[in-house]
C-alpha cells in the first residue's frame, strides 16, 4: 500500500516538475506570454491519447499564451478543466464522461482549443474510457492512532468514520481514536487537487460524527455523539475550530441521547439544520443562532441516522436507519415517514427493488444530481446505490468480503466503510474505516 502511495505521488511530482522545466525552457526561448490573435493558432500533439474521468493531459502547440482564463479546451464539447499553460503545452484535466458511449463503454472525442476567436480541433481523437474505478487518496491500514499530516503520500491517521466536502474540494474527516471512547478523536482536512492533509481538531474528547456543509459551501457543521453540542469550522475564519450548543426555542425542550448526523435544508428558501436524536425525535436548528425547534418525533427510536437531503425534492429527508437495516425517507413539509428499501429489522444483502432489497447496517448516504442514493453498507463491506423508484444496487465492492484493493467493481474490496461525500464533479469519497483510508470513487 505504501509503494501505491508513493508511486502516485512521484508521478504527481513528476508532473508538477515537468511543468516547471517547460515553464523555464519557454521563458529562455522567448515563448509569448500572450496570445497574438494575428497569428495562427496551431495544435501538434497531446499525451495521453486515452484515460476517464480527471485524465491528466498535456496538449503541445503554440501561440497559446500563458493566460489559463483565457483558454478554453473541450472533449467532444464538455469543457476540460484548464489547470496552466507556458505558451506552447497546456495542462488540462478531463471531464466527467463527455457523452453515451459505444458497446464497449468508449466514447470518441474531439478535442478543440479555443483562445479569443481562434479555435482549433486535434486530428486525433480522445478514446474516452467509462469506467467505474476505486483508488486509494490517503491513509494506511494498521497505522498507530498517532496522525501524520503533509503530502497525501505520508498521510495517515486512525479509524475513518464520515466525510463532507466543501466547494473548494476539502474533505473533512472525522476519525475515531480505537483505544478511548472519550479522548484522542480528531477531525482532519484532506485536499486532493493540492496533496495535502492538515489536521484541524487533535482532540475533540468523545467523538464525532458525520460532518454536514451549510449551503455556502465553505462552512462545515459537526454534532458530537451525544449531549446538545457541535462543532463548526469555516474557511472565512481559516478552518478554527468553534464548539457550540443547540439552544432551545421558547417554549421548547430538547431531548437528546445521541446524535449521528446533521442535514441541510432550504425549503421556501428558509435555511434550516436538521439532526435527529437517537430516541426518534428530529429537530431543526438555525446554524446562525442555534435556536431549536422540535420538527417531529416517533422516527425509529432505538437506531443510530445518517440523514441527506434529495437534491431534488428540497423537503425530503432520507435516513439510513442503521440498526434497523434499512433506508427511509421523511417529508419535512407533509410529515410522511416512508420506507425506500431494505427491511426494517432485517440485517442482509440483497439487491432488487426497494422492499425486496436488503442491508446490513448501512451508514452515511448521499444523493447526486439526479437524486441517485449512494450508502456506505458497513457490515456488506460496499457502497450501495438506491435510484429515484428504489432500485438497489452494489456499486463497488464484494459483499460479505472484507479486504483492502483498489480496482473495479470485479476486484475493489473494503473492510467496513462508513462514510461517504461527493464532490462538484460527481466524485465520491469514501471513509473505508477497517483500511483507515480515505477512497475516491469515480462512478460513470
Keep these: 500500500m505504501k509503494t501505491k502511495h508513493l508511486t502516485k505521488f512521484l508521478l504527481g511530482a513528476a508532473m508538477f516538475l515537468c511543468m516547471g522545466v517547460m515553464q523555464s525552457c519557454s521563458d529562455d526561448s522567448g515563448l509569448a506570454t500572450e496570445h497574438d490573435p494575428n497569428k495562427p493558432l496551431t495544435l501538434t500533439t497531446y499525451y495521453p491519447t486515452e484515460g476517464g474521468v480527471a485524465t491528466k493531459i498535456i496538449l503541445e502547440g503554440s501561440n497559446f499564451g500563458t493566460d489559463a482564463s483565457k483558454i478554453n479546451v473541450t472533449i467532444n464539447d464538455y469543457p476540460a478543466a484548464v489547470v496552466s499553460s507556458v505558451g506552447d503545452k497546456i495542462y488540462v484535466i478531463c471531464p466527467r464522461k463527455p457523452g453515451e458511449g459505444d458497446e464497449n463503454d468508449q466514447i470518441i472525442c474531439d478535442v478543440k482549443v479555443k483562445i479569443g476567436e481562434q479555435e482549433a480541433t486535434y486530428d486525433e481523437p480522445f478514446l474516452y474510457q467509462i469506467q467505474t474505478v476505486v483508488t486509494t487518496v490517503c491513509g494506511m491500514s494498521g497505522a498507530p492512532d498517532d496522525v501524520v499530516m503533509g503530502n497525501l503520500a505520508q498521510t495517515s491517521f486512525p479509524p475513518v468514520t464520515y466525510l463532507a466536502v466543501d466547494d473548494d474540494n476539502n474533505i473533512f474527516a472525522s476519525l475515531r481514536n480505537r483505544d478511548s471512547y472519550y479522548e484522542n478523536n480528531k477531525v482532519i482536512m484532506v485536499n486532493e487537487d493540492e ?29 458530537t455523539d451525544n449531549g446538545l453540542e457541535y462543532w463548526t469550522m469555516s474557511s472565512e475564519n481559516l478552518w478554527s475550530p468553534m464548539k457550540q450548543s443547540l439552544k432551545p ?19 421556501d428558501n428558509y435555511n434550516y439544520m436538521y439532526i435527529r436524536a437517537k430516541n426518534g ?26 440523514m441527506a437531503f434529495s437534491t431534488k425534492n428540497p423537503s425530503m429527508l432520507y435516513l439510513a436507519y ?23 429489522g432485517k440485517p442482509g444483502y440483497i439487491d432488487g427493488q426497494g422492499e425486496a432489497a436488503m442491508f446490513n447496517e448501512p451508514r452515511q448516504l448521499i444523493l447526486d444530481e439526479d437524486d441517485n442514493m449512494y450508502i456506505a453498507d458497513t457490515n456488506n463491506h460496499c457502497i450501495r446505490k438506491v435510484t429515484p423508484e428504489g432500485r438497489v444496487s452494489t456499486v463497488i465492492g464484494q459483499p460479505g468480503e472484507a479486504g483492502y484493493q483498489d480496482g473495479s467493481p470485479e476486484v475493489a474490496l473494503f473492510n467496513r466503510p462508513f462514510g461517504v461525500c461527493i464532490n ?4 465520491i469519497y469514501v471513509g473505508d474505516f477497517e483500511n483507515q483510508c480515505i477512497r475516491r470513487l469515480a462512478i460513470e
Aim: proline content about 5%; charged content about 15%; aromatic content about 8%.
Design 195 to 223: 496533496d495535502f492533509s492538515k489536521l484541524l481538531i487533535p482532540n475533540t474528547g468523545a467523538p464525532l460524527n458525520q460532518p454536514c456543509m451549510l449551503d455556502d459551501g465553505k462552512t462545515v457543521f459537526i454534532p
Design 249 to 267: 426555542n421558547t417554549g421548547v425542550t430538547i431531548t437528546i441521547d445521541f446524535k449521528h448526523s446533521m442535514a441541510m435544508c432550504t425549503v
Design 281 to 306: 425525535i428530529l429537530y431543526r436548528f438555525d446554524p446562525y443562532t442555534g435556536l431549536t425547534d422540535q420538527a417531529a418525533s416517533g422516527l425509529m427510536s432505538g437506531s443510530d441516522s445518517y
Design 322 to 344: 442503521t440498526n434497523n437495516h434499512c433506508i427511509y425517507s421523511y417529508d419535512v413539509v407533509s410529515g410522511s415517514h416512508k420506507l425506500v428499501a431494505g427491511i426494517n
Design 424 to 427: 462538484k464533479e460527481g466524485i
